[in-house]
């Protein structure tokens, strides 16, 4: 059975006689691999005790790399769900103005069981450029019209 880690448990391991670091949410004790590293033990070192997912695919080891991470592998991280996560307070706040300022009187508030069901919606960025091509569009349109226009004009004189 494999050992679940937090990001602090692998984060205090970070020195050359004691390193582990995390990659794809496994936690690897690279310890026994620092000098044998073909890239250097300070590459290793830099991400000790860190998730070093992004470092190690940027480099693009072989297949024969990763199969030498098996036999390190000492555990998996363990994922913390954050209570009050920016999104979903942001979605709150912004219910409980629409619900005090924007309900007529009277109006009882929605009921909601748990605040963590609330699903906060995607947003779309697509409004900015449909709008201004329009605008450009409509403008275009207006400046040809009014060109027409004193041209007509010009030649009726």
């Known amino acids: 059975m494999s050992k679940e880690f937090t990001t602090s448990e692998v984060a205090s391991h970070n020195t050359k006689k004691d390193l582990y670091m995390i990659i794809h949410d496994k936690v690897?004790?690279?310890?026994?691999?620092?000098?044998?590293?073909?890239?250097?033990?300070?590459?290793?070192?830099?991400?000790?005790?860190?998730?070093?997912?992004?470092?190690?695919?940027?480099?693009?080891?072989?297949?024969?790399?990763?199969?030498?991470?098996?036999p390190l592998e000492v555990g998996t991280l363990k994922r913390q769900v954050r209570s009050g996560s920016p999104a979903l307070s942001t979605h709150l706040k912004d219910w409980k103005f629409r619900w005090i300022f924007l309900t007529?009187?009277?109006?009882?508030?929605?009921?909601?069981?748990?605040?963590?069901?609330?699903?906060?919606?995607?947003?779309d960025n697509t409004g900015l450029g449909v709008g201004l091509y329009a605008a450009v569009l409509i403008g275009?349109?207006?400046?040809?019209?009014?060109?027409?226009y004193i041209q007509a004009n010009a030649e009726k004189q």
């Open 28 to 70: 690897y004790d690279v310890t026994s691999f620092v000098d044998e590293h073909p890239g250097g033990e300070e590459v290793l070192l830099d991400v000790g005790g860190q998730d070093g997912t992004e470092a190690f695919e940027d480099v693009g080891h072989s297949d024969e790399a990763r199969e030498i991470l098996g």
């Open 104 to 123: 007529p009187p009277g109006e009882a508030a929605p009921k909601t069981a748990n605040p963590s069901s609330v699903s906060v919606p995607k947003k």
């Open 140 to 148: 275009g349109a207006a400046a040809y019209f009014a060109y027409q």
